[in-house]
């Protein structure tokens, strides 16, 4: 399975910033741009893909900018713009997530619709979800898409996480202009007008409208592990004619399962290997529940016990006398 990242990577984005630093100025993940931090918002909370962090805002003296460059200007050409949010309170007021400024776009919560909106800055609303913007903390995953010189109705789409919205407003005429003006992030540019709770992944593809498919794939990509790597490096373990086998297992945010390998020589192609999997067998795979050994789920090592000791009990001999042994863990697809 593809991780988040390489899910948004795969569709040409032309600025992404995950937000999960731990402190400081974010970098962009395509090139050098940066945004420069103001205030002091909270970094490291929990964000909505796998292996990654966010950032809290909780007022307008907090926000990040960054320098205009030609990647940020999408002016009135074909354009996609992404991002997850988590609405912490309604402050009844309009929230800006990012803003681009001067009749070029915002994205935030319009204050009297209360609604997800695409805004071309200092005109008015382009277009509005009909899902309103829940303020209970929860994630969710927002896209919105804009065909060049838009004329017809649908040619901006909003999707809520990874489901295509009926608009409440669209204003296809107005076109967006481009500028000189920084991106603001985490409140409108100037001054007011702060986000609400969290913020991770913002993506823009300049040039690119997302399809429906690609947006759900980038939803549901967000608790993907990817392709497993090896978590234990190759190393000897001392045997018996039938061991067991401990590790610990790495810290994980979904369920996992487990892949050794076992072979006399460490390239792991000798002829001699073996393979132990326990997504395909639990019989002789237990992990430690923090009381005493338990037998392996059928789906996966439980979430709350990542990290812990897991063991196998090899089951069929082992003639030699050193083998070496590597480990991977994840969803194995």
């Not at 999960?20 to 993940?29: F, K, M, P, V």
Request: a negative charge; hydrophobic letters at 35%; glycine letters at 10%.
């Amino acid at each position: 399975m593809a991780t988040y990242l390489e899910e948004v990577l795969a569709d040409n984005p032309s600025f992404v910033l995950t937000m999960g630093e731990a402190s400081g100025n974010l970098s962009d993940l395509i090139d050098a741009k940066t945004a420069t931090v103001t205030g002091s918002p909270t970094y490291g909370a929990t964000g909505p893909v796998i292996g990654y962090t966010a950032i809290d805002f909780s007022g307008d003296s907090m926000y990040f900018t960054v320098g205009d460059d030609a990647d940020l200007d999408l002016g009135n050409g074909n354009f996609s713009i992404e991002c997850w949010h988590a609405r912490d309170v309604d402050t009844g007021t309009w929230e800006v997530w990012f803003d681009k400024q001067a009749t070029a776009y915002e994205i935030g919560i319009d204050n009297t619709l209360d609604k997800f909106t695409l805004q071309k800055r200092g005109v008015g609303v382009l277009a509005a979800s009909t899902t309103a913007v829940p303020a209970n903390g929860a994630w969710h995953h927002y896209v919105v898409t804009r065909v060049a010189s838009p004329s017809v109705a649908g040619d901006t789409k909003i999707y809520i996480d990874g489901v295509l919205e009926t608009l409440t407003v669209e204003t296809y005429a107005s076109s967006l202009a481009d500028n000189a003006s920084s991106l603001y992030i985490g409140r409108e540019g100037g001054a007011g007008a702060p986000a609400s709770g969290k913020l991770a992944w913002i993506a823009i593809y300049k040039g690119v409208v997302l399809s429906g498919t690609r947006v759900t794939a980038h939803y549901d990509a967000r608790n993907n592990l990817g392709g497993p790597t090896w978590t234990t490096p190759a190393d000897t373990v001392a045997m018996s004619t039938t061991p067991d086998l401990k590790f610990t297992s790495p810290v994980s945010a979904v369920k996992q399962h487990f892949y050794m390998e076992l072979d006399t020589v460490d390239t792991f192609n000798s002829g001699d290997l073996r393979t132990y999997r326990s997504d395909q067998d639990q019989t002789n795979w237990t992990y430690w529940d923090g009381a005493s050994w338990t037998a392996m789920p059928s789906d996966g090592l439980p979430i709350a016990k990542s990290g812990n000791e897991v063991d196998y009990t090899v089951t069929s001999a082992l003639s030699a006398t050193t083998w070496y042994r590597r480990v991977r863990a994840g969803t194995l697809a």
